[in-house]
């Protein structure tokens, strides 16, 4: 008979004496448990003990998360936190070098734990912290140099401790000094600092940026880009991590006023350059925190021009009007011409016919044109760069449409105001940087003017896309979306630089674009013949099954989730499994990401799926209504689910990719015995089926397939003709 699901067999384990098998009663008070084992081992005081995991975490056991431990579960006796804390509080002021360092590595392995971390918080010990770290240098600057390995440590235990304990947000970030930022900054400003300090003072700068724009104004006023970039020209990855890391947070919280002048000290500081040839270029594989920091400058450089975007041009300003001038000069070297030839009608006359040459809608005003938002003012500015910086190829364009008479002219003015925009959907100019993303095109980290040199690239190939279609006018719309194609699909594979971008664009010409549409049209062919519907119908529960299989043994296999928090950089992991007999869903805590499956079994929690009561993505998870950054994230959004179960209680997710999305959201609507209704369930049916439909109609290929059934022939007149076995 199995033991009641309230009783808990584990062993706990109390130094110098044999560790003690128990059965542990979850409807019992924890402090009855605590006594009861305390009396087992003759000690006194059971209220200054509690209960931990055996393990690497040392993780206190509450009335709050007991209901996680599992049937052979080592557990161990311990001090409680608030005896704990007490002692670390004290031995951490010891006048002894050794005894507070030895104290100091204790608290940054404690510091890791919510429960502990609150009682620590209650002696006021950020505090202390924080004036060990502002007092520090100063008394013990003889002792450093004499000792110095001993005073990286312990500064290093210092703010790790600090930087666990902010994690769990108890304590607010605007409760610190400007002595404790300065003192902070001075660590990075340092060439010689420890690389662990380095490290941790590194994140904690970040914290303070993106927790507060108080600390922001303070800490951008200790820190320069310059005092950064030596540390991105070190060997060390993760110090090239985080200073990205503090250089994005600085960016991303600046006002709106100052983010241009952060990245024209970026360019004069040739951030972009060091990235790309000690980052993207160096010796070591891209982490997926790198990448994600990667992207995230990306995003924040590409968001500056969201202001020329969003900026329509003004016909009456005189100086953009002159943009449009300077266009047409270049591409008809109307310079040449005598400025004071002709009346001003005739001028106007051959303005206007020079206009429509260069491809305006607009051809008496072309300012007009540029009055939709997006792309603004964006777009003049794209053409602008593009005459002055590859003026062959931008007379070329020019002059090759304004000669034609067949009505295939490209209108080049028209479709780089549409081109513009289309480039800033694709890079999503404007929108907030995923938490999740880490899609980061090393091309846009060869060129200053990466979006402008972008841009030429894209103009070139829409006027050779344009000729290869034989398009006119009525086209337009045809044209860009092959043009959209060839550039998405040529974005997929990373080129490494522009020209490798440009090659890609050459191997993608129109024609070769029909070959995919048609390969991919050929591959998803549905047969409209009803005898095939009805095949169709009759194979598609089958194939439906198999995919729920599918989806239900990658839920077996599990995914590791990453834990969203305000401090990114820090990675925190947990994984989630489905039981091999798919009715308990097992999760906890992972130290890293980990390689291969995590066996359910040290999973320390678990979720009956007979008790969920419904799945929720979206803006209706729990964890997407709480106030904060997540909230106004779009991606994240598409990427969040939770599972709600009794009482009232939420699980939630942000899926690693949409991939993965897919899979967890079909899986647990088919545990549940509702429809998927995934875009992937759909692709992977439509693929199954056209696959399997082919596989059965192999043999009729090249016959023609009737409309309607043959007619059923008349019965026999006699049966003689049957013979009878028996």
Avoid at 47 to 65: G, H, M, P, V, W
Avoid at 202 to 209: G, K, N, P, R, Y
Avoid at 319 to 334: G, K, N, P, T, V
Avoid at 355 to 377: C, Q, R, S, W
Wanted: aromatic share 8%.
């Amino acid at each position: 008979m199995p033991p009641p699901s309230d009783i808990v067999k584990v062993a706990i384990e109390w130094p110098g004496a044999f560790p003690k098998l128990m059965e542990i009663d979850q409807k019992k008070p924890l402090a009855s448990i605590i006594r009861e084992v305390c009396d087992g081992w003759s000690l006194a005081n059971p209220e200054n003990y509690a209960l931990q995991y055996a393990d690497s975490t040392n993780f206190y056991i509450t009335e709050k998360n007991r209901n996680e431990i599992k049937n052979g579960a080592i557990l161990r006796l311990a001090a409680s936190p608030t005896q704990t804390a007490q002692g670390l509080h004290e031995r951490i002021q010891s006048s002894s070098m050794d005894a507070k360092l030895e104290a100091l590595k204790d608290l940054a392995n404690h510091s890791r734990d919510i429960t502990f971390a609150q009682e620590f918080i209650n002696l006021d010990g950020i505090s202390l912290l924080t004036q060990m770290v502002e007092s520090g240098s100063e008394r013990y600057q003889k002792l450093q140099k004499i000792m110095k390995p001993c005073f990286g440590d312990m500064l290093s235990f210092t703010l790790t401790a600090f930087v666990e304990l902010m994690d769990h947000g108890i304590v607010s970030w605007d409760t610190f000094s400007v002595a404790f930022i300065k003192k902070i900054a001075s660590y990075v400003n340092k060439s010689a600092t420890d690389v662990s300090v380095l490290q941790r003072s590194l994140a904690i700068l970040e914290s303070m940026v993106l927790n507060s724009y108080d600390l922001y104004q303070k800490v951008a006023q200790e820190i320069t880009i310059g005092q950064l970039m030596p540390h991105l020209q070190g060997s060390d990855p993760d110090i090239q991590t985080y200073t990205i890391a503090v250089i994005n947070a600085l960016f991303l919280k600046a006002p709106d006023d100052k983010r241009q002048e952060i990245a024209n000290i970026l360019a004069q500081k040739q951030l972009r350059s060091i990235i790309l040839s000690h980052v993207i270029r160096g010796t070591r594989t891209i982490q997926t925190e790198m990448a994600h920091q990667l992207y995230v400058l990306q995003v924040l450089t590409f968001n500056l021009l969201e202001d020329r975007m969003m900026t329509k041009m003004d016909p009456q300003d005189q100086s953009q009007r002159d943009i449009i001038f300077e266009l047409r000069r270049i591409a008809f070297d109307a310079d040449l011409e005598p400025t004071n030839s002709g009346s001003i009608e005739k001028r106007k006359s051959m303005y206007t016919r020079d206009y429509k040459k260069l491809g305006f809608i607009n051809h008496v005003n072309p300012a007009m044109d540029f009055t939709e938002t997006p792309p603004g003012m964006l777009a003049l500015d794209n053409m602008l760069y593009f005459a002055k910086h590859h003026q062959d190829a931008y007379i070329r364009i020019v002059l090759e449409n304004s000669s034609r008479e067949d009505k295939h002219e490209c209108p080049f003015g028209r479709s780089s105001i549409e081109l513009t925009k289309m480039l800033c959907e694709i890079l999503k100019v404007g929108e907030l940087p995923s938490d999740t993303c880490n899609e980061f095109h090393p091309m846009f980290f060869t060129h200053d003017r990466s979006f402008e040199e972008f841009f030429c690239i894209c103009i070139q190939l829409l006027n050779k896309t344009w000729k290869e279609m034989r398009a006119t006018s009525e086209d337009f719309n045809k044209v860009m979306q092959v043009v959209k194609e060839q550039i998405t699909r040529a974005l997929t594979t990373k080129p490494n630089s522009l020209d490798q971008f440009k090659s890609k664009l050459q191997n993608l010409s129109y024609t070769e674009i029909l070959k995919i549409r048609q390969s991919e049209r050929m591959n998803q062919e549905d047969f409209q013949s009803r005898p095939i519907i009805e095949l169709r119908e009759k194979i598609q529960p089958e194939i439906l099954e198999l995919v729920k299989q599918q989806r239900l043994n990658r839920l077996c296999e599990g995914t590791c989730f990453r834990k969203i928090s305000s401090r990114r950089r820090q990675d925190k992991f947990w994984y989630c499994r489905l039981s091999p007999n798919h009715k308990v869903l097992h999760y906890g805590d992972q130290e890293e990401s980990p390689q291969g499956e995590v066996p359910h079994e040290s999973l320390q929690d678990k979720l009956p799926v007979a008790d969920i009561k419904a799945i929720v993505t979206g803006k209706d998870c729990p964890h997407m209504k709480e106030k904060g950054a997540l909230k106004q994230n779009k991606e994240v959004l598409e990427l969040a689910f939770s599972i709600l179960y009794d009482p009232d209680d939420s699980l939630n997710f942000i899926a690693p990719d949409k991939h993965e999305y897919c899979v967890w959201t079909d899986g647990l609507n088919a545990l549940l015995g509702k429809e998927m209704m995934s875009e992937l369930t759909k692709n992977d049916l439509d693929t199954l089926l056209s696959m399997e439909m082919k596989l059965r109609l192999l043999d009729l290929e090249n016959i023609k397939i009737p409309e309607a059934p043959p007619p059923i022939p008349k019965e026999p007149s006699n049966y003689d003709f049957v013979y009878d076995c028996n």
